[in-house]
């Protein structure tokens, strides 16, 4: 277990958020402003995959700075944390299923009906769980392995993950309106009021599983491929910036806040400097 260092400062953290943006944001810009036609430029290309990765990237460049390969390999190392107790494996792939099938149960109590469900084979999001598990180290290392830590020093864990879920939506807003990306005519706020109690489960479950970047990945996975179950987009393409949105969207935000809430009641208090150790734990 290692102490805080220079890397650490509230001014590396501000840096590292100011860099993912800007480097994110420079290249979705690039892709909306290409023209038709250009593979290396198109929704899932080359240059579009760059922002995607940038948290990662830009996380291992700062590190690398501040600490040299050591501290690379230090970082690099929580994505082989996979000895924790099963029962975290078991809530990392069924949170977003549990969230969805709880409003889908809340939602025919206040209404009276079933709202639509989807029909996407479970074998075959089971197979998109694993195979873009790896995929997410790219967010993951940026926003759970370099800024959450380093953020809960400072604002405790709690706090920590509900600035982090807001700054981690906020980074999504581009895709709001470029035209492809699956979240265009979606409500934003909606979608920033989702993703900021995700963030506390995801920031719980790393806690609890003391820096394992290989779990909160694989809950990244599952809630990518396993949101679903109970559909929430709007069928109608709306204003990004407006709150409107499916009963069901209003419904899952509700129940993600009801569980968030308390985790965050967990959190007050928590010892959070296992989360920068190298060292695998059994939990």
Known sequence: MRGLGPADTPVAVIGFFLLT??????TWLA???AAPGQRA?????????????????????????AEGRAGVVRLLARIGRWQVGGRWYVIAIAYMAAMKLLAAL???IVVGAWPMFGDTPLPL?????????????GEEVGWR?????????????????VLLGVIWGLWHLPLFFLQGSGS?????????????????????LYWKTE??????????????????IVPAAVQHAVDPMSFQGSLVAWVTVGVSWVVAALLLLRMRGAETSAMLSSESHQS
Request: glycine fraction near 12%; avoid cysteine.
């Open 106 to 108: 809340t939602h025919r």
């Open 145 to 161: 392995g370099y800024a959450l830590p380093r953020l809960a020093t400072h604002l405790g864990l709690g706090g920590a993950s």
């Open 125 to 137: 999001m089971a197979g998109a769980i694993l195979v873009s598990t790896w995929a997410q180290a």
């Open 41 to 65: 430029f198109a929704v899932g290309g080359p240059v579009f995959l760059l922002g995607v990765f940038a948290p990662g990237l830009v996380a291992l460049a700062l590190t690398a700075h």
């Open 31 to 33: 892709v909306e402003m």
């Open 21 to 26: 943006f800007a480097l994110t944001w420079a």
């Open 184 to 204: 265009t005519g979606q409500s934003f706020p909606i979608y920033l009021l989702h993703v900021s109690a995700l963030s506390v489960a995801m920031s719980w």
């Open 211 to 228: 820096g394992s970047l290989l779990l909160v990945m694989l809950m990244h996975a599952s809630v990518n491929n396993t949101t679903g």
